[in-house]
């Protein structure tokens, strides 16, 4: 049974670009959730996914969007990048959207991204 | 706002011996569901051991086990028999029982704990 898997695993990127990470969910999850993870912090809540609509966001600016597709598999866009960032994007996997709050969120190994 | 605190920065244990990982938070919340995940170097961030608030019993997954304390709001996670490969960042998680917007509810995590075992 595959676990939630993410590509790339490493990303360099400088200032101003574009980047676009992966994230396929586990076999049987439909929801998927973004974290960032800084360097030292603990993983802030990014937004989150189901039914191919975001269902909630966190504290984070426009400049970050996603897209859910019918497989589950998600896709988290940063635009504009700025060096702040540079940090580790976990993907979670979970069951059954809202009506299942009691679901474990299940991670994937993240990617790292460095914008230099 | 909930906020989840985790002040311990780093620990160490001997191999075999028990060690007890500190977690308080705040909510004004009675429903809602706790966690520990441990991170090892390798990054993949490991569920442990989970807790729902309206359950008394303390949960216990193997040599893990958990202190929770609804009233003090605190859910401290004790190792017992430590191992080398128990070595990595664990994190303390909260997460609301309730349905806001029809989200299932996003994880809140403290800074976490860096513990290391010594052989």
């Known amino acids: 049974d595959a676990g939630v898997t993410q590509s790339p695993t490493h990303l360099i990127k400088t200032r101003g670009q574009q980047v676009t990470l992966r994230c396929s969910p586990k076999?049987?999850?439909?929801?998927v959730s973004w974290y960032q993870q800084a360097l030292g912090q603990g993983p802030q809540f990014i937004f989150q996914y189901y039914e191919e609509e975001e269902r909630q966001r966190g504290n984070f600016p426009d400049r970050f969007s996603g897209h859910q597709f019918p497989n589950y598999s998600s896709e988290l866009n940063v635009n504009a990048l700025l060096l702040g960032d540079s940090a580790l994007y976990l993907c979670?996997?979970?069951?059954?959207?809202?009506?299942?709050?009691?679901?474990?969120?299940?991670f994937g190994p993240g990617t790292r991204l460095l914008v230099l | 706002a909930q906020t989840v605190t985790q002040s311990q920065p780093e620990m160490s244990v001997q191999e075999a011996e028990t060690v007890t990982l500190s977690c308080t938070y705040d909510t004004s919340e009675s429903d809602y569901y706790l966690f520990w995940y441990k991170q090892p170097p390798s990054r993949q961030m490991i569920l442990v051991i989970r807790?729902?608030?309206?359950?008394?019993q303390n949960a216990t997954e193997n040599r893990f086990s958990v202190n929770f304390q609804k009233a003090a709001k605190s859910f401290s996670l004790k190792i017992s028999d430590s191992q080398l490969g128990d070595a990595a960042m664990y994190f303390c998680a909260y997460r609301s029982g309730m349905n806001y917007g029809g989200s299932q509810g996003n994880l809140i995590f403290g800074k976490g704990t860096k513990l290391s075992v010594k052989p």
């Open positions: 076999s049987g999850h439909d929801t």
């Open positions: 979670a996997s979970s069951f059954g959207g809202a009506g299942w709050v009691q679901e474990t969120q299940y």
């Open positions: 807790q729902e608030a309206y359950k008394q």
